[in-house]
């Protein structure tokens, strides 16, 4: 039973235009939410959190959207760069005090030049 | 500062073999973490560790056992590995003060079972 959900394996922007990669969960007792960026043959590494306790968390061009009543959280990636190009794991934290994460199947972002 | 470091890179195996991976963590972390990432399944959870000594179960822990004998390092085995066993896997660590917080990923062992 995936707990996490990102239902689009793929996603593919121009450079410039805006990237929205969508995350789904079905455990309401979720309280903290993060997002992972990953290049090949490298580990994840943590681009952007939010707390349920807000709805928006800005760092720079990322942007994550929490809607707690549909149990979506989205990041928006303004404006997108080649760079940007990686897969992103969307993850939730578990219970217990432990940090666990739990992940999402991953987006695949292409951004063509 | 190395972050988090894997032993080894990569390594092939025959089914039954046994191995061990290695994590090693320079940030003085409480709170480490093996994951195995396969495709279309993203990263999940084997086994995790709170502290020096201790160590739980993740999602995926059959197979494995783990070792936390020095806070520095999480030792990952396979003691008679299978095919069902291929994959990436990532060790990751955490401060863990308040259980929230970012966890910093080593760059990966990918491990092929034949």
């Known amino acids: 039973d995936q707990q996490v959900k990102q239902n689009s394996p793929s996603l593919s922007v121009q450079e410039g235009r805006i990237s929205i990669l969508n995350c789904d969960y079905t455990n309401s007792m979720f309280d903290y939410f993060l997002w992972y960026k990953k290049y090949p043959a490298e580990g994840p590494t943590f681009l952007i959190s939010i707390s349920s306790i807000k709805d928006k968390n800005e760092d720079g061009r990322f942007t994550v959207f929490l809607n707690k009543s549909a149990k979506h959280l989205s990041l928006h990636i303004v404006p997108s760069q080649p760079g940007d190009s990686a897969v992103y794991f969307c993850a939730a934290v578990g219970s217990g005090n432990t940090g666990k994460l739990i992940f999402g199947q991953g987006t695949t972002l292409q951004v063509k030049p | 500062n190395a972050g988090v470091t894997q032993t080894p890179k990569f390594r092939v195996l025959k089914t039954g073999q046994s191995m061990t991976l290695l994590c090693a963590q320079d940030?003085?972390?409480?709170?480490m973490y093996w994951y195995r990432q396969d495709p279309g399944m993203g990263l999940r959870l084997i086994h995790y560790?709170?502290?020096?000594?201790?160590?739980a179960k993740g999602e995926v822990p059959d197979g494995y056992n783990v070792s936390r004998l020095k806070k520095q390092n999480f030792l990952l085995g396979l003691e008679s590995a299978a095919p069902s066993q291929t994959s990436v896997y990532f060790c990751?660590?955490?401060?863990?003060?308040?259980?929230?917080?970012?966890?910093?990923f080593g760059p990966g062992t990918r491990l092929l079972v034949l």
């Open positions: 990751a660590s955490a401060s863990g003060q308040f259980g929230q917080e970012t966890q910093y």
């Open positions: 940030m003085n972390h409480e709170y």
């Open positions: 560790s709170v502290g020096e000594g201790t160590t």
